[in-house]
């Protein structure tokens, strides 16, 4: 079964990369944060990983970097879902909280896809992660 994650959409034994959009920048450019897709070649359970939810942490976006391209699909079990950059707009910036609106991202959640910048990005990824079985938010300290 194909599974999508914006628009990354890989089938059993594929990967593929994207963007899922999550509002605008301040001049309405979309913004659409780093996604990827690993569908394993066998069915198996859902991991959801994601990095930078606070901008200035980048070790987490570092392990994904390094990560994603060593795994294999073709030799996994299940799917990994991956946003690599989370709070986009305080990660342009390096700092802690989304400039937009002065908010942390762990502050936003579940969010509000029609709310605040920061609560449409939290809703769409607590979106993408409710659906896996285990989530890895990477964090440094």
Not at 41 to 48: A, P
Not at 89 to 101: C, K, L, M
């Amino acid at each position: 079964m194909t599974t999508t994650l914006g628009t990354a959409s890989a089938g059993p034994g594929e990967i593929d990369t994207g963007r899922l959009e999550v509002g605008e920048t301040r001049d309405g450019s979309p913004v659409g944060l780093p996604v990827a897709v690993i569908n394993g070649e066998k069915s198996g359970k859902t991991l959801y990983m994601q990095a930078a939810s606070d901008g200035d942490e980048l070790n987490g976006v570092g392990v994904i970097q390094r990560v994603v391209p060593r795994l294999d699909p073709a030799s996994l079990s299940g799917t990994i879902l991956i946003v690599g950059i989370v709070n986009y707009h305080a990660f342009q910036v390096a700092e802690h909280r989304n400039p937009i609106d002065d908010t942390k991202m762990n502050r936003a959640y579940p969010g509000n896809d029609k709310g605040t910048s920061s609560e449409r990005i939290a809703a769409a990824t607590f979106d993408a992660a409710t659906r896996a079985d285990l989530i890895l938010d990477l964090h440094q300290g």
